[in-house]
């Protein structure tokens, strides 16, 4: 960034130590250290800050084109849209889920959930011991 050979910074720690004296010099280092340290700090924290602000608008970009496509796609083929009186081809499955997140919310059909076993009764039914199938929790 600065481009400082190892000539000039030779000379910088010359004139550091003839200005400050060897006694002062490492509080001298500390302190600048200390500053440094705050500066690249402040650096990263404005840096993650402009790469989270770009990354938000590349999102808003994304989706304003995702929108415009849908749109254009919604427009050439009308017969699949969620408007029934839009479908002229009467589409005997009726208009399709509003959303993926309503078609994954929809209860299952009844015949599709599996039956669970009978629950064991009498000397089986021990409190005590863990179901065969049951997994065990670790110790």
């Not at 002062?24 to 200390?34: E, H, K, Q, S, Y």
């Not at 938000?56 to 017969?79: D, F, G, L, T, Y």
């Not at 009844?110 to 011991?129: F, K, N, R, T």
């Amino acid at each position: 960034m600065f481009d400082v050979g190892a000539s000039e910074l030779l000379l910088i720690v010359i004139v550091a130590i003839v200005v400050i004296g060897p006694k002062d010099m490492p509080v001298a280092l500390r302190t600048a250290g200390r500053w440094i340290g705050k500066m690249r700090r402040i650096s990263g924290h404005f840096r993650s800050g402009l790469e989270a602000m770009i990354r938000e608008a590349e999102m808003e970009e994304m989706e304003r084109k995702w929108r415009e496509q849908n749109e254009a796609i919604m427009k050439a083929h009308p017969e699949h849209g969620a408007d029934p009186a839009a479908n002229p081809a009467g589409n005997p499955e009726g208009p399709p889920a509003a959303s993926a997140e309503a078609a994954l919310m929809a209860p299952l059909p009844a015949a599709s959930v599996p039956a669970l076993p009978p629950a064991p009764q009498g000397a089986e039914a021990d409190p005590q011991l863990p179901l065969p199938d049951a997994p065990t929790a670790p110790r």
